[in-house]
């Protein structure tokens, strides 16, 4: 009964932020990596960003880099995605995922991730 539960999505104004969450339960936290990803309509789901099992390092798209920041909390089994400066371009479903693959040098792939939350939607105005 592994469970990734987001929270923390809403309706924004253009240039406001948002603090994204995903509170896990049924596995070993700390021994996944953790990212979040995003998916608008029409397109594919796409990378956003992801962090190490102990937090110490982090990746992220390009897209995001310098206006997002991933973190975790392994004492509370809860990675947080901290959105500022939103584009009406981030408006999208965002998801977040666990992998328990150990990975050199980069993030887990899309096809590495072995759990995922069901989504909360994020929409930026303009």
């Known amino acids: 009964q592994v469970q990734l539960v987001e929270s923390g999505g809403g309706l924004v104004q253009a240039g406001g932020s948002l603090r994204l969450s995903c509170a896990a339960s049924?596995?070993?936290?700390?021994?996944?990596?953790m990212g979040w990803f995003r998916q608008a309509p029409g397109k594919e789901r796409e990378f956003v960003a992801a962090i190490i099992k102990s937090g110490s390092s982090a990746y992220y798209a390009d897209s995001v880099k310098g206006r997002f920041t991933i973190s975790r909390d392994n004492a509370k089994n809860t990675v947080y995605l901290q959105m500022n400066s939103l584009k009406p371009e981030d408006t999208a479903v965002y998801y977040c995922?666990?992998?328990?693959?150990?990975?050199?040098?980069?993030?887990?792939?899309?096809?590495?991730?072995?759990?995922w939350g069901q989504g909360t939607q994020v929409t930026v105005s303009s």
């Open positions: 995922a666990a992998s328990i693959r150990v990975v050199a040098g980069r993030p887990p792939n899309y096809y590495e991730y072995d759990y």
């Open positions: 049924g596995l070993a936290f700390s021994d996944y990596a």
